[in-house]
Nanobody
Framework: QVQLVESGGGFVQAGGSLRLSCAASGRTFSTIALGWFRQAPGKEREFVAG????????YYADSMKGRFTISRDNAKNTVYLQMNSLNPEDTAVYYC????????????????WGQGTQVTVSA
């Protein structure tokens, strides 16, 4: 397992942008897949985006395609989530996850999770 710490959340108006970061500790970072998930109040956790260990493959939830971009910097042990054109429905706690997964969208395949960072989008 690796330890994950998210940052970059905050308050933004609709139409605005935020970039989340997730810093990882551990020497296995470059060999594991990474994902972003989110959970809004009263709702189940949902998949946002995932990226393979090499960064060559990315996958997005349909509602995030074209607005969110996931990337990773293995030299810095960090994964990013660039979020553009935010709307109030994007308000949630965003979690970073890591693991050797077969399906980037399956949360139960990840074995390491961060503590989450709050994103609030006002209308």
């Amino acid at each position: 397992q690796v330890q994950l710490v998210e940052s970059g959340g905050g308050f933004v108006q609709a139409g605005g942008s935020l970039r989340l970061s997730c810093a990882a500790s551990g020497r296995t970072f470059s060999t594991i897949a990474l994902g972003w998930f989110r959970q809004a109040p009263g709702k189940e956790r949902e998949f946002v985006a995932g990226i393979s260990w090499s960064g060559s493959m990315t996958y997005y939830a349909d509602s995030m395609k074209g607005r969110f971009t996931i990337s990773r910097d293995n030299a810095k042990n960090t994964v990013y989530l660039q979020m553009n054109s935010l709307n109030p429905e994007d308000t949630a706690v965003y979690y970073c996850a890591a693991g050797r997964v077969r399906n980037l969208a399956r949360d139960y395949e990840y074995d390491s999770w961060g503590q989450g960072t709050q994103v609030t989008v006002s209308a």
